[in-house]
């Protein structure tokens, strides 16, 4: 069974740190690009960053860039997000998601969801 | 950065009815729009793909048309575990990848 599993969330002051993982499993993982995902409390859904399946390629959005590093490990089939700098407007639930793809190319269609990991910046 | 607004906000039908969602963008996507499904508490689960394919699993009650910046939903006839979030989202030009504001389906 296709699963990722999410985990790192908690509660961090403003101008700090915290990292997410994204553990993949029943896929192989490096042929998969991954991306992250947020949702405010109540509200809609905006993507975060893209990485590509080997790890050559990112893509950020603006609200975080400069902010947020996606990685990989593909020996141990994790995505990471590291957030620095976090600020109030970063709250939400980050979902890590896998792209369709699954030839190592990057379609943006998001074919596996985690349950997601929350996190809450308190200022 | 293309922008998705999605009609109406909320959608409010009986089990059994037809559900219709709109989807417009700011400037043409082609055929690259998707449709996603969020239940309350729950991860968004993909429904459609490249405006008209249903990914694996999607029953055939749900269906997706359009083309350039106009793109429509379907819900042929509306079960109980429809009733639900539904967004759209773009992955014509990204970054970045954007989505729709979300139509909510709920129980008149």
């Known amino acids: 069974e296709v699963q990722l599993l999410e985990s790192g969330g908690g509660l961090v002051q403003a101008g700090g740190s915290l990292r997410l993982s994204c553990a993949a499993s029943?896929?192989?993982?490096?042929?998969?690009?991954m991306t992250w995902v947020r949702q405010a409390p109540g509200k809609g859904l905006e993507w975060v960053s893209t990485?590509?399946?080997?790890?050559?390629?990112?893509h950020y959005a603006d609200s975080v860039k400069g902010r947020f590093t996606i990685s990989r490990d593909n020996s141990k089939n994790t995505v990471y997000l590291q957030m620095n700098s976090l600020r109030g407007e970063d709250t939400a639930v980050y979902y890590c998601?896998?792209?369709?793809?699954?030839?190592?190319?990057?379609?943006?269609?998001?074919?596996?969801w985690g349950q997601g990991t929350l996190v809450t910046v308190s200022s | 950065e293309i922008v998705l607004t999605q009609s109406p906000a909320t959608l409010s039908l009986s089990p059994g009815e037809r559900a219709t969602l709109s989807c417009r963008a700011s400037?043409?996507?082609?055929?690259?729009l998707a449709w996603y499904q969020q239940k309350p508490g729950q991860a968004p689960r993909l429904l459609i793909y490249?405006?008209?394919n249903r990914a694996t699993g999607v029953p055939a009650r749900f269906s997706g048309s359009g083309s350039g910046t106009d793109f429509t939903l379907t819900i042929s006839s509306l079960e109980p575990e429809d009733f639900a979030v539904y967004y759209c989202?773009?992955?014509?030009?990204?970054?970045?990848?954007?989505f729709g504001g979300g139509t909510k389906v709920e129980i008149k």
């Open positions: 998601a896998r792209d369709q793809g699954g030839s190592g190319y990057t379609y943006g269609i998001y074919d596996t």
């Open positions: 029943g896929f192989t993982f490096i042929n998969y690009a």
């Open positions: 990485l590509s399946s080997y790890g050559g390629s990112t």
């Open positions: 400037q043409s996507v082609n055929s690259y």
């Open positions: 490249d405006t008209s």
């Open positions: 989202q773009q992955r014509n030009i990204w970054p970045p990848v954007t």
